[in-house]
């Protein structure tokens, strides 16, 4: 079993929907978790972060952790054509850092 | 540009010859860290380190892959006697470590794109 499970996808939505990406761990240890969004050929760009469950929210951004269920999600309110790329969830624990295969999104203007 | 710097872009081998990587990180990082990433895949994490310690290479896939920051400020990705299963994308990033914090904001370079043949 992996680490971390992320549906590959791909999404396609129209601009302005709501999206919703999601991820599933199993290892109890994790205690940060994070949310990178990569463009073709480009290395990954933070955009959240999180520690422990909870939400956090940033601009049109939230990012939710359900440690009890061990799932996160990413919600993008507002979709723009620029989102389009690929989301990939990350979890650490002490020293260990592990990434989700990435969800490609397509936002259709 | 201060973001993090990764030397070369792109990199085309015969299989059986050593291939080095050079990355630079964000001048007042101290942690840095190697990850590779396969089409289809996210990162895989290899190693990091703190300042000049390598603090964890439990997950260097190999023998054949062996990272260093002598100075600690660059880091160089060694693999040698390259295979074709090494093509890859090798992602270098770094952060700030800040008290006693495990995870600090990682920042990624563009990669180096690694083709063996």
Redesign the interface.
Known sequence: QKE?E?D?GPLSVPEGAIVSLNCTYSNSAF??F?WYRQYS??????LM?T?SSGNKEDGRFTAQVDKSSKYISLFIRDSQPSDSATY?C?M???????????TSLTVIP | DTGVSQDPRHKITKRGQNVTFRCDPISEHNRLYWYRQTLGQGPEFLTYFQNEAQLEKSRLLSDRFSAERPKGSFSTLEIQRTEQGDSAMYLCASSLARGGRTYNEQFFGPGTRLTVL
């Open positions: 971390v992320q590959p205690q940060y994070m050929r480009k290395g990954p760009e933070l972060y520690y990939l990350a650490s624990a002490g020293n260990q850092f592990y990434f989700g295969t990435g």
